[in-house]
């Protein structure tokens, strides 16, 4: 059987782009329908790629050690990261705005966010859509993917990071210092399942404890006493 004009118009047309044809005839029952569709979808190509980088990150490191994962990440840093984050002065933006713009990304990748306040810091604690989504579901260890477990910097200091998170030391922490920033965020990936992934924003990234340098291998600058 032949596909009809409508087959091919809906098989051709995004979901959301469907959600708003239908929102605009008046139809927002059907508009709201597909706007769950197109998430369930997202959902599903979320899930694809996070078990993509995953897997070939841990053969990385599985065939050529776990410092060939830093190199890895350092090239995506280097060739992707690094335009995104020098778009603005990052640093130079009131902390309530550098909040939103990581829980937002956060929320959007199908975690959950709980924000606390103090005089220092903004403290952002997500059940990750991501990284703390494989952790939870049991994806790590002997028979699954990959557990760092070299300490240094890429782990924060620690004896166990699951391989996904790296990202999150070297990414966004390690090469903003290295370029003479500071860190994107201070992040504190889940230790166990349930656990929560805590970013931590604070109001003046230049006065930034010395233990957030060095448990990713490197000097805090010297400040003004």
């Given at each position: 059987?032949?596909l009809?004009h409508?087959?091919?118009a809906?098989?051709?047309?995004?979901?959301?782009?469907?959600?708003k044809?239908a929102?605009d005839?008046?139809?927002?029952?059907?508009?709201t329908?597909?706007i769950d569709?197109a998430a369930?979808?997202w959902?599903?190509?979320?899930?694809?790629?996070?078990?993509?980088?995953?897997?070939?990150?841990?053969f990385?490191g599985?065939?050529?050690?776990e410092g060939a994962?830093?190199?890895?990440l350092?090239r995506?840093g280097?060739?992707?990261?690094?335009?995104?984050?020098?778009v603005g002065?990052?640093d130079?933006?009131?902390?309530?705005?550098?909040?939103?713009v990581i829980?937002?990304?956060?929320v959007a990748n199908f975690?959950s966010?709980?924000?606390e306040?103090?005089d220092e810091k903004?403290t952002?604690?997500?059940?990750?859509?991501t990284?703390?989504?494989?952790?939870d579901?049991g994806?790590?260890?002997?028979?699954?993917?990959?557990v760092?477990?070299?300490?240094?910097?890429?782990?924060f200091?620690?004896?166990e990071?699951p391989?996904?998170?790296?990202?999150?030391?070297?990414?966004?922490?390690i090469?903003p210092v290295?370029?003479?920033?500071?860190p994107t965020?201070?992040?504190?990936?889940?230790r166990?399942?349930?656990e929560?992934c805590?970013?931590?924003?604070?109001?003046d990234?230049?006065r930034?404890p010395d233990?957030v340098?060095?448990?990713?291998?490197k000097?805090p600058?010297?400040?003004?006493?």
């Amino acid at each position: 059987m032949a596909l009809g004009h409508d087959d091919i118009a809906r098989m051709t047309t995004p979901l959301w782009e469907q959600a708003k044809q239908a929102i605009d005839a008046g139809d927002t029952a059907k508009g709201t329908q597909l706007i769950d569709a197109a998430a369930a979808r997202w959902r599903g190509l979320q899930e694809y790629s996070i078990n993509w980088v995953t897997s070939l990150l841990s053969f990385i490191g599985r065939e050529l050690g776990e410092g060939a994962v830093e190199d890895a990440l350092r090239r995506f840093g280097d060739e992707f990261v690094q335009a995104r984050r020098e778009v603005g002065e990052w640093d130079a933006l009131p902390a309530e705005q550098r909040a939103r713009v990581i829980a937002g990304a956060m929320v959007a990748n199908f975690g959950s966010c709980d924000v606390e306040e103090d005089d220092e810091k903004i403290t952002l604690s997500f059940r990750c859509g991501t990284g703390g989504r494989l952790i939870d579901e049991g994806r790590y260890g002997t028979e699954g993917y990959l557990v760092l477990r070299e300490p240094g910097g890429r782990t924060f200091q620690r004896e166990e990071l699951p391989v996904y998170c790296a990202h999150c030391s070297i990414n966004n922490e390690i090469q903003p210092v290295e370029r003479g920033r500071t860190p994107t965020t201070v992040e504190e990936p889940p230790r166990a399942p349930g656990e929560p992934c805590v970013h931590h924003v604070y109001r003046d990234p230049s006065r930034l404890p010395d233990d957030v340098y060095l448990r990713i291998g490197k000097q805090p600058p010297d400040r003004p006493t």
